[in-house]
């Protein structure tokens, strides 16, 4: 489990990093911004729900 949250951590890292690199010549309603912008959302988005859900279940075990 720990391992996955470091792999998704590090995926977000990464497209962040990315998506500053092409904005820094970019202006920030560039396509391309837009696009890795919205590519980083969904995995920020992706992560707090399951990050709920994780803990959903650790609840009704408790």
Do not use: W
């Not at 990315?18 to 912008?37: C, F, G, N």
Request: hydrophobic content about 40%; aromatic content about 4%.
């Amino acid at each position: 489990m720990l391992r996955v949250k470091c792999m998704v951590h590090e995926q977000i890292e990464e497209l962040r990093l990315q998506m500053q690199k092409i904005a820094s010549d970019k202006d920030l309603t560039d396509p391309r911004v837009v696009r890795e912008s919205e590519r980083l959302d969904i995995l920020i988005n992706e992560f707090y729900i399951n990050q709920k859900m994780i803990k959903g279940r650790h609840r009704k075990l408790a």
